[in-house]
């Protein structure tokens, strides 16, 4: 089955970070990214650009209105997923865990829906 595993940060923690600490970081990101990979279950993954550069879109009665950024204002936002394959959400919370920024954000798990 397929999971989304949503990484939320605090975008403003993450800023703060020296170069030394981000790259660390990456690289830890680099093993995760490799060992899903190595045993099956990377479907896909990427980070996300900052909340900065986000557009929010409504279409409502006819109307576009778009809003810069997010919507909501939250401490932590949303920086990146994994699409995993896992046997079922056991399996899927134990890769979620292991994505690095769970120790200081949070991680959603959610299956995904097939159409």
Same mark, same amino acid.
């Given at each position: 089955?397929?999971? $989304? $595993?949503? %990484?939320?940060?605090?975008?403003?923690?993450?800023?703060?970070?020296?170069?030394?600490?981000?790259?660390?970081?990456? !690289?830890?990101?680099?093993?995760?990214?490799?060992?899903?990979?190595?045993?099956?279950?990377?479907?896909?993954?990427?980070?996300?650009?900052?909340?900065? #550069?986000?557009? #929010? *879109?409504?279409?409502?009665?006819?109307?576009? $209105?778009?809003?810069?950024?997010?919507?909501?204002?939250?401490?932590?936002?949303?920086?990146?997923?994994?699409? *995993?394959?896992?046997?079922?959400?056991?399996?899927?919370? !134990? $890769?979620?865990?292991? *994505?690095?920024?769970?120790?200081?954000?949070? %991680?959603? *798990?959610?299956? %995904?829906?097939?159409?």
């Amino acid at each position: 089955m397929e999971y $989304l $595993l949503l %990484i939320y940060s605090p975008e403003k923690e993450l800023e703060k970070r020296s170069p030394a600490d981000y790259a660390a970081l990456n !690289a830890e990101y680099g093993k995760f990214t490799a060992d899903l990979k190595e045993k099956g279950h990377f479907k896909g993954g990427n980070p996300l650009q900052p909340t900065a #550069t986000a557009t #929010t *879109v409504r279409a409502h009665d006819g109307k576009v $209105l778009k809003t810069d950024g997010p919507f909501a204002e939250t401490k932590e936002q949303l920086g990146g997923y994994y699409l *995993v394959e896992a046997k079922d959400l056991d399996e899927a919370i !134990a $890769l979620a865990a292991r *994505v690095p920024s769970a120790r200081f954000g949070s %991680i959603e *798990v959610r299956p %995904i829906m097939k159409m």
